[in-house]
């Protein structure tokens, strides 16, 4: 377990700027104003720490933030449509698992920039 003062010796201010600026995005993305700006949030964590070290400090925020927003619209839920997409998600999961499991953190970056492309274009 790392502590919170090796945290901060291990990483410069620009890292601690750009994850403030990640979390904002990723606030204001999930609020419905942000227009795919999310996307971005991973790759500029990841341009000043490691891939998985991005991803586990944005993670835990996806989900919070996804458990306040099922809290506020889980009265007006379609339970037929959760039920549709509950095994493809579950699914989902689980490659995305073995996926992150197997693959080199080179490879890894390789394929989010991809996709983070491939987003920016489309949209």
């Known amino acids: 377990m790392i502590s919170l003062a090796q945290a901060f010796n291990d990483h410069s201010a620009v890292f601690f700027i750009l994850a403030a600026i990640s979390v904002v995005i990723v606030g204001i993305s999930k609020s419905g104003f942000g227009a795919g700006l999310g996307v971005l949030s991973l790759p500029l964590m990841a341009s000043q720490s490691s891939i998985h070290e991005a991803l586990a400090i944005l993670l835990p925020l ?62």
Do not use: H
């Open 62 to 123: 996806l989900i919070a933030i996804d458990l306040v927003g099922l809290r506020r619209f889980l009265k007006n839920a379609d339970w037929r449509i959760l039920k549709l997409v509950l095994l493809p998600a579950a699914f989902g999961m689980l490659l995305g698992y073995l996926f992150f499991s197997v693959i080199t953190p080179k490879i890894l970056s390789l394929s989010i920039g991809i996709f983070t492309l491939l987003f920016l274009i489309q949209n």
